[in-house]
């Protein structure tokens, strides 16, 4: 089945560092990619759809000077938490669609990216 | 992201009975009715999944049912074990857009 690798999946930061977190699909292309935030004992919550070849479309609330995100190919999605904060610390994850497949519908995740700001 | 709500928030079952989650959502374009399994420390993973045109799906032990007009589905875990202690989200959409979740079922099956 389709794959979704995440890098790194745990990373600790002092506050004030900016952090970047990769997603990858590994067997498909992938025009879109959705990134998520979940605090713990919570749900999954959008911060922002990543467009190939465009810029990103963030959710209400989310700053997007804050949370950059690049998706430079149709394998690789990046988002950097700059100047992060330790109330940045939470679960990131990352989710893209096989673009070739039809009807859309199964998303699939990566393994998620714990980050700590300390 | 109010559109879907789940039930219970929490659930304790007994190895070997069954596990009812249910999601209510009100967007009738939805057209993909997912059920989404997560363990701790991961991301989540595709449990099962119906489409509108049918009413319910089985997987092995897990079913998933569909009540269109009461806009809602459920998800049956049949003989429940220890390994399928997580938390489970419903995440109904349309097309290419994104996966709203539901606020989640924590699942703990006992022996």
């Known amino acids: 089945g389709a794959v979704v690798s995440q890098h790194p999946s745990w990373v600790i930061c002092k506050s004030g560092t900016s952090v970047k977190i990769e997603c990858r699909s590994l067997?498909?292309?992938?025009?879109?990619m959705f990134w998520y935030r979940q605090f713990p004992k919570q749900s999954l919550m959008l911060m922002a759809t990543?467009?190939?070849?465009?810029?990103?479309?963030?959710e209400q609330g989310v700053e997007k000077d804050k949370f950059l995100i690049n998706h430079a190919s149709l394998t690789l999605s990046t988002l950097t938490v700059t100047s992060a904060h330790p109330e940045d610390s939470s679960f990131y994850i990352c989710?893209?669609?096989?673009?070739?497949?039809?009807?859309?519908?199964?998303?699939?995740f990566g393994e998620g990216s714990r980050l700590t700001v300390l | 992201q109010q559109q879907v709500k789940q039930s219970p928030q929490s659930l304790i079952v007994q190895k070997g009975g069954i596990s009812i989650i249910n999601c209510a959502y009100e967007?009738?374009?939805?057209?993909?009715f997912p059920w989404y399994q997560q363990f701790p420390g991961k991301g989540p993973a595709l449990l099962i999944a119906i489409r509108p045109d049918v009413s319910e799906k089985k997987e092995g032990r897990f079913t998933i049912s569909f009540n269109k007009s009461a806009k809602q589905f459920s998800l049956h875990i049949m003989d429940s074990q220890p390994g399928d202690s997580a938390t489970y989200f419903c995440a109904p959409h349309s097309g290419n857009t994104p996966l709203v979740f539901g606020k989640g079922t924590r699942l703990s099956v006992i022996a």
């Open positions: 989710s893209a669609r096989d673009a070739q497949r039809a009807p859309p519908g199964e998303l699939f």
């Open positions: 990543s467009n190939e070849g465009s810029k990103a479309t963030y």
């Open positions: 967007n009738t374009a939805f057209d993909y």
């Open positions: 067997d498909f292309q992938a025009t879109t």
